[in-house]
């Protein structure tokens, strides 16, 4: 089963979403929990929680992915600003039970030149006060570009985060193919060494979900700057092998495509599926 979808605006609440990702032939979506830049949540609400379910089991959707906001930063050098990252996070991982066994991803931080040693023990020690053995979510850190001081710009720096989390069976990673081309791994022409650089580092069996975008600059950049799949750098035959991939193939995949509606996210996966062996 090809599992695929796109992010979707959450502004109408969790069946709408299920609605718009059925319409455009999609079985799987992802969206921000909040306002990306970090403001206050709405309450979630149990009506819409059941509706929602309703509609997943009829569309064939049983996996979403929540995205934290990306300005949160527990590696930041301001004790206030790792606060907040605590807070949105423990509340964000609270509302999730209401959709129990889910998924939340986010993107590590930045270590704002207090070095990467320093980030990534801050982030470790962040999640060990969020992370309980009682949650049903799986907590995902996503590979970056290494744009800046951003953590999780290497495989290396993702698995030194993982392997100091006290509660292991509730971590995973979210692969982007954009960070990932752009942090320098090249995934166009060496896909299987880039896999097996995962595997020897984090382990394949932490990787729960693929970000797919292209990107608007060269293997290596350091940008973070996501194109539509086949009009970047990586092109539209290395992006469907990736979803071809064996290792790969049974990952949920989400497009964070630039697109000005929904038309353009169910052409790009019309488009995959056709190619897709
Ligand atoms: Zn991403």
Known sequence: ????????????????????????????????????????????????????????????????????????????????????????????????????????????????RQGADVGVDLIADALNQVLSEEQSTTLLLETMAGKGTEIGGTFDELARIIERIEVQDHVGVCLDTCHVWDGGYD???????????????IGLDRLRAIHLNDSKNPCGAHKDRHARIGEGEIGFEALVAVTEHPALRDLPFFLETPQDDLSGWAAEIAAIKAARR
């Open 1 to 112: 089963m090809f599992t695929i979808g796109s992010h979707l605006s959450s502004a109408k609440g969790y069946r709408q979403m299920a609605a718009d990702a059925a319409s455009m032939g999609a079985n799987t979506f992802q969206f921000f929990t909040r306002n990306p830049r970090g403001g206050k949540a709405k309450a979630i609400d149990p009506d819409d929680v059941c509706a929602f379910h309703e509609l997943a089991a009829q569309a064939g959707i049983e996996r979403f992915l929540a995205h934290a906001p990306y300005t949160l930063n527990p590696a930041a050098k301001k004790p206030e600003t790792r606060q907040f990252a605590l807070e949105v996070l423990s509340d964000d991982l609270a509302r999730m039970e209401a959709t129990s066994g889910q998924m939340y991803n986010m993107h590590p931080g930045c270590h704002v």
């Open 187 to 201: 995934i166009a022409n060496r896909l299987d060494e880039v896999l097996d650089e995962f595997a020897d580092t």
